[in-house]
């Protein structure tokens, strides 16, 4: 009782058994204590789960026989699934290393989890909903494009696999859990029935031969395939010995476990079978007759299996077939087999005792034969990959994660294909336009982190997790879309200064968005080209200044047309109807106003050491300075404008208040 104990479960069919025992050595292992149970209804077809209520408690019933007998609590459990509805895909994956390195077991792991995501990718692909990963394995490594066995130590730039990873349907595995989960046990190591049995039944040594595993259960018959060392096929036959049993009611009219018991029977020296009908009668029949009634059903699995192995093999037979689990020790299965698969009667055998050496049991009852293969192999899987590989419920969803020590939400949300981008806050979309050819991007908002749970209680995207644990994932939110206005380009806040009839009048930049003159006011859209003009035309100031136009028009003293541009500090003179133009000298049109409003608050402010004082708008701006004192703004080549606010550079959208100190000069 001092070592580490293994707690497995075979959750089959028609029974669950329940195997603790502990490993000293690789070679070797032992059995503490074992509990068999069977369902009292057909709680489980094929394989599956269909009550999940009536599994749990049949798993209960073993936890606690198993309990007494070790004088202490289980809470930790190894369990397989049956190949039902199995899903093989086989990949070729590769891993580049960059700069040459040692190879380590994490970097080979890496690779091996890398090629189960691909796999698991083109699984998608070909078939419509939820799959997990059961388990892999690996058929030939790579060092570069050379064929090796172990790639660990070795030094190389690129390492490769080829890998077969299986899968079974989510719901499949969400059912086992759900039923141990019940029965107040945590899953530690989930397997496939066929995998846990072969590590008993054919050990690595003898995996160079073309080979078959059947697990024949009650629902299902599992099959694996061996070659050149390694695992290279699996497979499933939803039929095995539920198909005879169900031959046998029907034709003695008896209920399911009545039947089951006939059909162990056959295995015992009993000539005469007794049993009670559904009528409630007492009947007799023979053995031989038994074995006429289910004649047809027999030939019926194993030619269904032998299909199965051959379709697996690529066609051709292998050179052996090894039988597990109760399925198979109906009287001359075998034989059948071996002749529907075309092979000699002593290459198809049944693995109980003579693969059991190594295994010692400390409990004298239990019966050593094919039934105990595969509940071993689920305890000894646990080594296999024990310290390797956790599972925790991300989002409802089953995932096998490496564990490096490291793990995190991230992980799991990486392991059930959350996408990456959904886990931090999102930008609204960018608003991307042009102003005079130079392109501008305003970025969105930021929205929300993902909201994340570990077992319920509030945590981070880089929380580490455990075994077992249980991850919830909201995912981010985007902030709002990024927009602007006109308005917002400083270039559209700067005004022009022309001289009408010796009059200095100060306009608003012409702002277009393609061939459409808009106003400050303007929604910018994504993709717009925005251009401020640095001049008018002489339409354009007209109709600015809403005066009705007489006579012919000077710009700078030369007669000009109505489509000559007027640039800044230009001089226009042309007549004008009186009554529609009569201003003060010092009235001036604002950009946004278009007559100066007087007296509305007026501030002081510093401009170059001198004050000047601005009137007419309740707030102001640094290009309102502009309209109570002379700068010359077009500037000369070469030199270059300064524009501070209170000692800050600024630019004439920058506000300004009262003693705001203003400086604006240009420097060489």
Known sequence: MNEQLVFGLDIGTRSIVGTVGYRRHAHDFTIVAQSVRFHETRAMLDGQIHDINAVAGTIGEVRRELEQKLSMKLSEVCIAAAGRVLKTMQVRTDYELGDEMVITDELIRSMELIGVEQAHEELRKKIEGSFFCVDHSVIKYYLGDIPITNLEGHKGRRIGADIIATFLPQDVIDGLYAATQRANLNVVNLTLEPIAAINVAIPEKFRLLNLALVDIGAGTSDICITKGGSVTAYGMLPKAGDYLTEAIMQKYLVEFKTAEDIK????????????????GLKQSVSADDVKSTIDSAVGDLATGIAKQISELNGGKPVSAIFLVGGGGKIPGFTDRLAAVAKLPKERVALRGDE???????????????????????????????????????CNGDLVKLYDNGRLTVMDAA???????????????????????????????????????TVNGHPASVSSGIIRNDIIEIKESTAGPDAHARISDIAEAGRSITFYVNGKRIICPRLVYRGSECVTEGTEIRNGDDIKVLDYYTVDKLIEYMDVAREGTVLVNNIIALGNEKVYENFSVDFGIAAEEYRREEEEVKQPEEPVAKKNVNPITVIVNGLPVVLTGREKYKLVDVLDFYEFDTSGHSGNEAVIRVNGKPADFTAPVGENSQIELFWKK
């Open 264 to 279: 162990i029977a056959l295995s015992g020296k009993k000539k005469k079978i007794a049993y009670l009908d559904i009528m």
């Open 355 to 393: 693969v059991l050496g190594e295994i010692r049991f400390l409990e004298n009852n239990i019966v050593k034969d094919s039934t105990l293969i595969t509940p071993i192999g689920i305890c000894l899987n646990y080594y296999e990959q024990n310290n390797n590989f956790v599972f925790v419920k």
């Open 414 to 452: 990486a392991g059930v294909g959350f996408p990456n981008e959904n886990l931090f806050p999102r930008r609204g979309k960018e608003l991307e336009f042009s102003v005079n050819g130079q392109r501008r991007l305003i970025r969105g908002e930021p929205g929300e982190s993902a909201t994340v």
